[in-house]
T-cell receptor, first 113, second 112 residues
């Protein structure tokens, strides 16, 4: 059963606008969350993370929001750039467990120039 | 500093053949992982290792074996390949104290 879900397989956004990618999880033991970005024929690369003791983490154009009560997190990219076009994976971690990441199915973001 | 490297990049096998995928990292990371990525499935953990000489099963370990004889290398073996093992395989590593995993470029395997 998928413990981390990304219900939008794809998203298209105009350059300069905001991109919002969503992620839901079911396991209440998850206490750390990461976003990875993946270009074709490359491995995923780490983008930004957030601990469950926070509700927001910002790094330049990228901000991740966490709503623990709703078991929901989102990644905001503003302003979106064509180079942001990639597949974005949400991942969750139970730091008290085996320390393994559980990944969502990914959202393909296309930023239209 | 090459990070995480994977060998080979591509491979085509016939059903029943065997092969080994090699992952190497030069970051002195304790933890290493093997994932497979299939369309619509995200990344699923096959096996992982928390240190030299130790391995453990992940979410989808059947049909695969692993070995971690040296800290910097993590091998994934397919003893008798099946078409269901057609996938893109990613290796990753991380520090014992860290949460971020660093990924290799992937190996695209096709089993006919």
């Amino acid at each position: 059963d998928q413990q981390v879900k990304q219900n939008s397989p794809s998203l298209s956004v105009q350059e300069g606008r905001i991109s919002i990618l969503n992620c839901d999880y079911t396991n209440s033991m998850f206490d750390y969350f990461l976003w990875y970005k993946k270009y074709p024929a490359e491995g995923p690369t780490f983008l930004i993370s957030i601990s469950s003791i926070k509700d927001k983490n910002e790094d330049g154009r990228f901000t991740v929001f966490l709503n623990k009560s709703a078991k929901h997190l989102s990644l905001h990219i503003v302003p979106s750039q064509p180079g942001d076009s990639a597949v974005y994976f949400c991942a969750a971690l139970d730091q008290t467990g085996a320390n393994n990441l559980f990944f969502g199915t990914g959202t393909r973001l296309t930023v239209i120039p | 500093n090459a990070g995480v490297t994977q060998t080979p990049k591509f491979r085509v096998l016939k059903t029943g053949q065997s092969m080994t995928l090699l992952c190497a990292q030069d970051m002195n990371h304790e933890y290493m992982y093997w994932y497979r990525q299939d369309p619509g499935m995200g990344l699923r953990l096959i096996h992982y290792s928390v240190g030299e000489g130790t391995t453990a099963k992940g979410e989808v370990p059947d049909g695969y074996n692993v070995s971690r004889l040296k800290k910097q290398n993590f091998l994934l073996g397919l003893e008798s390949a099946a078409p269901s093992q057609t996938s893109v395989y990613f290796c990753a590593s991380k520090l014992w104290a860290g949460n971020e995993q660093f990924f290799g470029p992937g190996t695209r395997l096709t089993v006919l």
